[in-house]
């Protein structure tokens, strides 16, 4: 027994007789207080109690955050607003690694790691056992199911486990996971090693497909969808402007001159890839429309009934991206009006999604989380224009570079076996045979990269492996970014509003704010409302998740519990 009572007993012993007293005092009108309070201690937010049915995972592909500020006030009430207005909204949340491209964002979203710790370094990469590039999610061990267009493909090749993983191990697989999206990378990554499915779209068959890896054959549920929910409704679709005209002009007038879509750049864009019926053109097209985020919300809700989420006590977990938005932006850029009213439309595709989940599973019993996989840079040419500098190096000028000093102060020989993600990979071979000191040819190498115009840092695989580097700020990214077995012999970083390939339109990779900023946003079950700018990561959100789900985090975590959003206090 202890002689002394806390500040906190003693208001406790006063709520106490307080509750008995009023109690008192009710029960003289009501047949209230049935249920003695001596032993409940208020332990703070009542939603904590709530049972979570389903968590809702999305991505966005290619959303910078501040595609939420500049459109907030076209958005509906339902939609992205009613995760800014009742959600914990994280306003300064940048990847902390490059490249900043698809794969590795969506492999960070549920692992809460790094590609230095879950191995996906790129949407591909040099693989220097077979010689060849392969993709972050290609498996050759594995078949295509319910198409024939895409690469067979699975989460092998990435390491570590992810929230669904470490969710299903908690109840011996009574709960659910499932990856969804048009990209294969997007739908496998998020989803994780021990899924119950993963669905992508077959852009040569307009169908949604998955991989032997999951399972031996598509769930009945899906095939259905794909019989009954041809793309082909969409074919001729007319793309318009969803609002009038005067809410564009905070974005590029439509006609202008930095846009360069093949398929045009103007308002109506008519879905139908050239073709005069639906073929692969057409499939193509459309997942580069605002009508692919509907299509692929219909396959999530048919996904939420064919498996049955969020019904049970198991919290089950659906991770969806979608990607049409990065297939706009790369063409259009994010100051174009296309840009814009893709946005506004995924607004009312999540609103529609959101009242769905509220009507079969509840709001209420139900956890989202919003991010994005990277950020984009403007049109290299509109920068330039607007004086923030910026332009396009061509793909080989670099290597190009780096060969020509190499073999003028070593000797000759083919220096450099690939290129990838700004990833120089040497030929050991001749590096051995000309020099012998791997070292100082990173060393000439990154010197040579230094001197092609638009090229601001470059790291090399020794300084990578022994660890990031105070007086380059990058260097930490890119070390973040650097998995050994991948990873190349240097690391190249543009300099900013630059772009590498000569492609129009644009891109991301980089290490810099456009590519990097990204919204974070948790809603729904034990989350109070709020608005929080300190730093913070996507790589924050797997741990938060497991903190909230009461489960294990995931084994290469590096991120943070976002305490500042949750319900922390602590049980006496
Ligand atoms: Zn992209």
């Given at each position: 027994m202890k002689l002394f009572k806390s500040d906190e007993e003693v208001g406790?012993?006063?709520?106490?007789?307080?509750?008995?007293?009023?109690?008192?005092?009710?029960?003289?009108?009501?047949?209230?207080?049935?249920?003695?309070?001596?032993?409940?201690?208020?332990?703070?937010?009542?939603?904590?109690?709530?049972?979570?049915?389903?968590?809702?995972?999305?991505?966005?592909?290619?959303?910078?955050?501040?595609?939420?500020?500049?459109?907030?006030?076209?958005?509906?009430?339902?939609?992205?607003?009613?995760?800014?207005?009742?959600?914990?909204?994280?306003?300064?949340?940048?990847?902390?690694?490059?490249?900043?491209?698809?794969?590795?964002?969506?492999?960070?979203?549920?692992?809460?790691?790094?590609?230095?710790?879950?191995?996906?370094v790129g949407n591909e990469w040099f693989d220097r056992e077979t010689g060849r590039i392969v993709t972050s999610i290609s498996d050759d061990n594995v078949k295509l199911l319910g198409g024939q267009g895409e690469e067979p493909a699975s989460p092998s090749r990435m390491i570590g486990s992810t929230v669904g993983d470490q969710l299903r191990l908690t109840n011996n697989g009574r709960s659910k996971v499932l990856g969804i999206s048009l990209k294969d990378r997007a739908a496998i990554l998020p989803a994780g090693k021990h899924p119950n499915g993963a669905y992508w779209f077959d852009s040569t068959y307009g169908t949604f497909v998955s991989s032997t890896y999951y399972f031996p054959d598509l769930p009945g549920w899906a095939k259905e969808f794909n019989q009954n929910n041809r793309p082909d409704k969409y074919f001729g679709a007319r793309w318009d402007r969803l609002l009038p005209a005067a809410a564009y002009e905070r974005s590029l007038p439509d006609d202008s001159p930095y846009e360069r879509s093949p398929r045009g750049n103007t308002f109506p864009h008519i879905i139908n890839g050239g073709e005069s019926k639906p073929g692969k053109l057409f499939y193509e097209h459309f997942e580069e429309s605002p009508f692919s985020n509907e299509y692929t919300a219909a396959f999530a809700k048919a996904a939420i009934e064919g498996e049955k989420l969020g019904e049970d006590e198991y919290p089950d977990l659906l991770t969806l991206s979608f990607s049409a938005n990065d297939k706009v932006g790369h063409s259009f850029g994010p100051y174009s009006q296309e840009v814009e009213d893709i946005t506004l439309r995924t607004d009312r595709v999540l609103s529609d999604l959101f009242s769905y989940i509220d009507q079969k599973v509840g709001l209420a019993n139900t956890i989202i989380v919003l991010t994005a996989d990277h950020g984009v840079a403007p049109i290299p040419e509109y920068s330039r224009d607007l004086g923030l500098g910026g332009g396009r190096i061509e793909g080989k000028t670099i290597a190009d570079a780096i060969q020509t000093v190499l073999s003028k102060r070593f000797g000759t020989g083919i220096w450099i076996r690939a290129a990838v993600n700004g990833n120089i990979y040497f030929d050991y071979d001749v590096v051995e045979r000309q020099s012998g000191n791997r070292q100082e040819v990173e060393r000439a190498g990154c010197e040579a990269a230094l001197k092609v115009q638009g090229v601001g840092d470059c790291f090399t695989r020794t300084q990578l492996l022994s660890g990031p580097d105070s007086s380059h700020w990058f260097s930490r990214h890119a070390a973040n970014g650097f998995y050994a077995q991948r990873s190349g012999d240097l690391v190249i970083v543009l300099k900013p509003f630059y772009l590498q390939g000569t492609e129009a339109g644009t891109s991301h990779s980089t290490p810099y704010g456009y590519d990097t900023h990204v919204p974070v946003i948790f809603y729904g079950a034990g989350i109070p409302a709020g608005t929080y700018s300190n730093p913070s990561s996507p790589s924050d959100i797997a741990p938060t998740l497991s903190f909230l789900l009461k489960i294990e985090p995931p084994s290469n975590t590096i991120g943070r519990v976002l305490t500042e959003a949750i319900e922390t206090k602590i049980r006496p």
């Amino acid at each position: 027994m202890k002689l002394f009572k806390s500040d906190e007993e003693v208001g406790t012993d006063l709520r106490r007789w307080l509750t008995i007293f009023l109690c008192l005092q009710i029960t003289l009108f009501t047949s209230g207080c049935g249920r003695t309070t001596y032993d409940q201690r208020p332990v703070g937010n009542e939603n904590r109690s709530r049972p979570v049915r389903l968590v809702l995972g999305i991505v966005i592909d290619q959303f910078r955050y501040d595609y939420l500020t500049r459109f907030e006030d076209l958005f509906g009430a339902r939609g992205f607003r009613l995760l800014l207005r009742e959600g914990a909204v994280f306003t300064n949340a940048n990847y902390v690694y490059l490249p900043t491209v698809t794969a590795c964002g969506h492999a960070t979203f549920m692992s809460g790691s790094i590609p230095a710790l879950h191995g996906i370094v790129g949407n591909e990469w040099f693989d220097r056992e077979t010689g060849r590039i392969v993709t972050s999610i290609s498996d050759d061990n594995v078949k295509l199911l319910g198409g024939q267009g895409e690469e067979p493909a699975s989460p092998s090749r990435m390491i570590g486990s992810t929230v669904g993983d470490q969710l299903r191990l908690t109840n011996n697989g009574r709960s659910k996971v499932l990856g969804i999206s048009l990209k294969d990378r997007a739908a496998i990554l998020p989803a994780g090693k021990h899924p119950n499915g993963a669905y992508w779209f077959d852009s040569t068959y307009g169908t949604f497909v998955s991989s032997t890896y999951y399972f031996p054959d598509l769930p009945g549920w899906a095939k259905e969808f794909n019989q009954n929910n041809r793309p082909d409704k969409y074919f001729g679709a007319r793309w318009d402007r969803l609002l009038p005209a005067a809410a564009y002009e905070r974005s590029l007038p439509d006609d202008s001159p930095y846009e360069r879509s093949p398929r045009g750049n103007t308002f109506p864009h008519i879905i139908n890839g050239g073709e005069s019926k639906p073929g692969k053109l057409f499939y193509e097209h459309f997942e580069e429309s605002p009508f692919s985020n509907e299509y692929t919300a219909a396959f999530a809700k048919a996904a939420i009934e064919g498996e049955k989420l969020g019904e049970d006590e198991y919290p089950d977990l659906l991770t969806l991206s979608f990607s049409a938005n990065d297939k706009v932006g790369h063409s259009f850029g994010p100051y174009s009006q296309e840009v814009e009213d893709i946005t506004l439309r995924t607004d009312r595709v999540l609103s529609d999604l959101f009242s769905y989940i509220d009507q079969k599973v509840g709001l209420a019993n139900t956890i989202i989380v919003l991010t994005a996989d990277h950020g984009v840079a403007p049109i290299p040419e509109y920068s330039r224009d607007l004086g923030l500098g910026g332009g396009r190096i061509e793909g080989k000028t670099i290597a190009d570079a780096i060969q020509t000093v190499l073999s003028k102060r070593f000797g000759t020989g083919i220096w450099i076996r690939a290129a990838v993600n700004g990833n120089i990979y040497f030929d050991y071979d001749v590096v051995e045979r000309q020099s012998g000191n791997r070292q100082e040819v990173e060393r000439a190498g990154c010197e040579a990269a230094l001197k092609v115009q638009g090229v601001g840092d470059c790291f090399t695989r020794t300084q990578l492996l022994s660890g990031p580097d105070s007086s380059h700020w990058f260097s930490r990214h890119a070390a973040n970014g650097f998995y050994a077995q991948r990873s190349g012999d240097l690391v190249i970083v543009l300099k900013p509003f630059y772009l590498q390939g000569t492609e129009a339109g644009t891109s991301h990779s980089t290490p810099y704010g456009y590519d990097t900023h990204v919204p974070v946003i948790f809603y729904g079950a034990g989350i109070p409302a709020g608005t929080y700018s300190n730093p913070s990561s996507p790589s924050d959100i797997a741990p938060t998740l497991s903190f909230l789900l009461k489960i294990e985090p995931p084994s290469n975590t590096i991120g943070r519990v976002l305490t500042e959003a949750i319900e922390t206090k602590i049980r006496p």
